[in-house]
C-alpha cells in the first residue's frame, strides 16, 4: 500500500460519522431509532473535492417529532424566534422620530410621575442624589478592596476594561442631555460636571460588583447591590440622567468585561506557566 492510499483509508476513516436528529433521536415504526451509521469520504460530493450534497443538509433530517420537540423543550430560543419576527414588524412598520422632536425613549414615560415630583421637591431630588453616591462610593470601595485587600484583581480589571471602553463610545457619539433633565450638585460625579451619557457606568459598576460577589457566595450582599441599582436606574430614568439605552448596555457592559478580565487572568496564568517550566527546562502541562 503506497502512502496516497494509506491516506485515503485514514481519512474515510476519520470522517466517520453518527448521524442523528440534532435534536432527540426520533422512534421509526419499527422501534428503533433514527440513526444512520455513515462512513464518509472526501470522495464524496458534487465533484469530488468533498462538497457536501444539498441533500445531506441537516435541516432535510428534520421530523415532526424534531419539531414539537424543539416547541416543548427549547421554550427560550422558540420565545426569541417570535420577538425577531415580532420586532421586525415594528421596526419595519413604524414612523421615525422627526428631527425637530425629542427621542422616544419608553422609560421616560414609565417615570413620568417620579420625575415631575423630582422636578417639584428639589430637596427630594438632592437626597436621593446624595444616596445614589453613596452607593457608588460603596461600589468602588468593594471593587478596589477585592484587588488591595484579598488580592483578587479580577473586578478591578474589569471596571478598568469598562470604564474605558464607555470613554471611547461616550466620545464617539456624544448625545445630547434630555430637556427635562434635572441636575443636582451632590450627584456623581459631584458637581453638575459635564458626563457621558451612553453608557451607565453607575449600572455597570454595580453588575461587576454584584458578579464578584457571587463569585465569592457573598449572596446577601449581592441581592442588596442588586436591589439598589434598580432603584439608582429608576432614578436615572426619573431624573433623565441616562436614556433607557444606557442602563440596558450598563448591564450588558458589566457582564461583558466581567469575562472579559476572567480571559485576561486565564490568559496570564497559563502564560506565567509556560514561562516557569520553559526555564525550568520541562514541557508545560495546561489544564484544558
Request: glycine share 10%; charged share 15%; hydrophobic share 45%.
Amino acid at each position: 500500500m503506497n502512502a496516497a492510499d494509506a491516506a485515503a483509508t485514514t481519512t474515510t476513516t476519520a470522517t466517520r460519522t453518527l448521524l442523528s436528529s440534532p435534536y432527540k433521536g426520533s422512534k421509526k415504526a419499527n422501534g428503533g431509532r433514527n440513526d444512520v451509521n455513515v462512513i464518509g469520504s472526501k470522495k464524496k460530493g458534487v465533484n469530488g473535492n468533498g462538497d457536501v450534497h444539498c441533500w445531506n443538509a441537516s435541516f432535510m433530517k428534520w421530523t415532526l417529532d424534531d419539531v414539537v420537540y424543539v416547541a416543548r423543550y427549547h421554550r427560550i430560543p422558540c420565545f426569541f424566534a417570535a420577538g425577531l419576527f415580532f420586532f421586525m414588524y415594528v421596526e419595519y412598520t413604524l414612523r421615525m422620530v422627526p428631527d425637530s422632536s425629542p427621542p422616544f425613549d419608553l422609560g421616560f414615560i414609565v417615570t413620568r410621575s417620579f420625575h415631575r415630583a423630582l422636578a417639584s421637591w428639589p430637596e427630594l431630588n438632592t437626597l436621593l442624589a446624595a444616596l445614589n453616591t453613596v452607593f457608588v462610593g460603596m461600589q468602588s470601595v468593594y471593587i478596589i478592596g477585592t484587588w488591595l485587600v484579598e488580592g483578587r484583581p479580577r473586578a478591578s480589571i474589569a471596571a478598568l476594561f469598562m470604564f474605558t471602553c464607555r470613554g471611547i463610545l461616550g466620545y464617539s457619539t456624544q448625545l445630547p442631555l434630555p430637556q427635562e433633565f434635572v441636575g443636582s450638585g451632590v450627584d456623581f460625579p459631584v458637581g453638575n460636571v459635564s458626563f457621558f451619557l451612553f453608557f451607565s457606568g453607575h449600572v455597570a459598576g454595580s453588575v461587576i460588583a454584584s458578579l464578584d460577589m457571587r463569585r465569592m457566595q457573598r449572596w446577601s450582599l449581592a441581592w442588596l447591590f442588586d436591589t439598589l441599582n434598580v432603584l439608582q436606574a429608576v432614578r436615572l430614568l426619573g431624573t433623565r440622567g441616562h436614556y433607557t439605552i444606557d442602563l440596558a448596555v450598563g448591564v450588558g457592559s458589566g457582564i461583558l468585561f466581567d469575562l472579559l478580565a476572567g480571559k485576561y487572568e486565564e490568559w496570564k496564568r497559563k502564560s506565567a506557566l509556560v514561562s516557569d517550566t520553559m526555564k525550568e527546562g520541562k514541557p508545560a502541562k495546561l489544564k484544558p
